[in-house]
């Protein structure tokens, strides 16, 4: 594909369900990211893949958010027991390399608990 | 992690005016990275910077790193209401350890044209 494409755009869920939210990253792009973004507010790091190596979750805020990537391809983030907090636009990144490489953003997905 | 205070927060303008925003932090970076999102939309890179005292330009835009590695700054000439969206600055710290936890966004500047 072109870039980086997520689902849902949209995703209203009720407090306590899990939700699970999806990013293709651009094809050949070993690296991948989630972020989050809260209303007017700047990007929060949650998670980073890159190649096989095991994945940095020192931005994960809780042991309810987890996350999953098939090789080098799509990436899954999960959220357990939704809470209100939660609410959010989940953004998801990829780069050809590393951190050091330019990060291409997908659209993210909109996640309101209610 | 890192903090980048960006300013302004947001700023009311009118077509044609000219457009200035900064980031700094108390801490050295490596790389200065200036994005614009646009509603519903994820981040698009504008320019990114990797040395000290670099200017760079791309189009109506300009960006400068710093010659403290500690600030950055973004000009947008003769506005144009294409222009609005939010301004985000993110910077690789000198000293992150190289992991991607160390990119580090400000909170943004809201540009808002007025015809």
């Known amino acids: 594909g072109a870039g980086v494409s997520q689902s849902p755009s949209n995703k209203v869920t009720e407090k306590g369900k899990d939700v699970e939210l999806r990013c293709d990253p651009i094809s050949g792009h070993t690296a991948l990211y989630w972020y989050r973004q809260r209303l007017g507010q700047g990007l929060e790091f949650l998670i980073y893949?890159?190649?096989?190596?095991?994945?940095?979750k020192s931005g994960l805020p809780s042991d309810r958010f987890s996350a999953e990537r098939t090789g080098e391809s799509v990436s899954t983030l999960t959220i357990q027991r939704t809470q209100q907090e939660d609410s959010a636009v989940y953004l998801c990144a990829s780069s050809f390399t590393g951190v050091a490489d330019t990060q291409y953003f997908g659209p993210g997905t909109r996640l309101t608990v209610l | 992690g890192q903090q980048l205070n960006q300013s302004p927060q947001s700023m009311f303008i009118q077509e044609g005016e000219d457009v200035s925003m900064n980031c700094t932090s108390s801490?050295?970076?490596?790389?200065w990275l200036w994005y614009k999102q646009e509603p519903g939309e994820g981040p698009v890179l504008l320019i990114a910077?990797?040395?000290?005292?670099e200017l760079t330009s791309n189009g109506r835009l300009t960006a400068q790193f710093g010659i403290t590695r500690k600030d950055s700054f973004l000009n947008i000439s003769a506005s144009i209401p294409s222009d609005v969206g939010i301004y985000f600055c993110a910077g690789q710290p000198m000293y992150s350890g190289g992991g991607a936890d160390g990119l580090t966004f400000g909170k943004g500047t809201h540009l808002i044209i007025q015809p």
């Open positions: 801490s050295i970076f490596n790389t």
């Open positions: 893949f890159q190649g096989n190596s095991a994945p940095d």
């Open positions: 910077l990797y040395k000290a005292g």
